[in-house]
């Protein structure tokens, strides 16, 4: 009866001597914890904050990459709130009173830089060459910004301006636009039915204490994750980041996680849309597990070997026999269960019925018709 007590103690010591041994391969500052390493990738944690921190040496790069992703997206969205988040991605590029030209600063030290919203997150990221004084001013740059962004109503109008033309574009892709009726009509109630970009209306009247207040909310050390890859001496890098990250105190509010969760779907649902043009596009989703679940590994075979060229099913069924002149799936992992989504543009002399009963056929033949060793081996090494 002792055994399985044994077993814990041991389970134990073989994590803290995993934790002393990170600590021994490198001198840590204090108060930074290692906390796990997988495949030369290290987690650590700055304890006075929250912030947990990746690093990924890599010697063969010449480069180094700096990313900030922070744990919120269009699912933390309110109501009238939609296309915060990623309005708030546009405006955090406008400087601080530190860095009050950082597309100019990015510029001069010749970094690539990025920031994408999405349903569970959005990250800032720049790749630039590797130097001791290019990572020393990202870190101090992405430091500064987490906190201190302006988020100031003269550069809500003219920022704007780029959102609406992003929006105008979705708007003017008909697969985009079946994408959202029909994420929409699978999710009735979840945040993950709602598009990242917004409602227009949303985006042209959101009053700026409204982001501010989302800023100072979301934009904090212990809803963030550092990662920092390429060319990098781990030691020195931990040192920097306490440095510059060490000076924001941990928040005093306390995140609640939104727990909303999509009732059990009774029955197919169906959404039509016509619109004047020459585009035929047919789409179908299936509610799937989270992104963390054992079984998404599962959904990603099945995706290629559904879609994947030439071999596909769904290739096979729609593209190879005539009946649509492209098709796509993927599988979204996503923090709570998300979607598989399927689609295929169908030529306007075409017949858009018979590529829905393909597209479907080769769906559901998937019960009577099951994979072969062959066609998963095949999917797995893509």
């Not at 021994?24 to 990738?41: N, Y």
């Not at 409602?199 to 990662?227: C, G, M, S, T």
């Not at 071999?311 to 599988?331: D, P, T």
Request: proline share 5%; glycine share 8%; aromatic share 8%.
């Amino acid at each position: 009866m002792k055994l399985p007590h044994r077993i814990g103690l041991s389970l134990i010591a073989l994590f803290l001597s995993s934790q002393v041994m990170l600590a021994q391969e490198h001198k840590l500052p204090e108060g930074i914890t290692p906390l796990a390493s997988v495949e030369g990738i290290t987690e650590y944690l700055l304890e006075d904050n929250g912030l947990r921190i990746l690093l990924f040496p890599d010697e063969s790069k010449p480069t180094i990459t700096v990313n900030v992703t922070y744990l919120v997206g269009s699912r933390h969205e309110g109501y009238g709130e939609t296309g915060m988040a990623h309005l708030l991605e546009h405006l955090v590029f406008k400087g601080t009173p530190d860095h009050p030209n950082i597309p100019q600063e990015l510029t001069e030290h010749g970094a690539r830089p990025n920031g994408t919203t999405w349903y569970d997150r959005t990250n800032y990221f720049e790749t630039f060459s590797a130097t001791e004084e290019n990572l020393r001013w990202a870190l101090d740059m992405e430091a500064d910004r987490m906190v201190n962004s302006f988020i100031a109503a003269k550069d809500l109008e003219s920022e704007m301006t780029v959102v609406r033309n992003e929006f105008e574009r979705g708007e003017n892709s008909p697969s985009s636009v079946l994408m959202e009726r029909v994420l929409s009509t699978a999710y009735l109630w979840h945040n993950y039915g709602k598009s990242t970009i917004g409602a227009r209306a949303d985006l042209e009247n959101v009053p700026i204490d409204r982001l501010q207040a989302f800023y100072r909310k979301y934009y904090q050390p212990d809803n963030a994750y550092l990662v920092v890859a390429g060319k990098i001496n781990p030691e020195q890098t931990l040192a920097m980041i306490k440095e510059y990250f060490g000076r924001i105190p941990r928040p005093e509010r306390e995140l609640i996680s939104t727990y909303t969760r999509e009732p059990v779907q009774d029955g197919e649902r169906f959404a039509e849309l016509r619109r004047v043009g020459d585009v035929q596009v047919v789409s179908c989703a299936y509610h799937i597990c989270p992104g963390s679940h054992p079984d998404y590994a599962a959904v990603g075979v099945l995706m290629e070997l559904l879609t994947s060229e030439p071999g596909g099913r769904l290739y096979k069924a729609l593209v190879e026999s005539g009946k649509a002149s492209s098709q796509y799936g993927w599988a979204a992992g996503l923090r709570e269960p998300g979607f598989a989504y399927f689609s295929a543009d169908v030529l306007k002399e075409k017949s858009l019925a018979e590529a829905e009963q393909a597209m479907m056929s080769a769906i559901d033949g998937l019960r009577e018709n099951l994979p072969t060793n062959e066609e998963v081996e095949r999917a797995k090494k893509r």
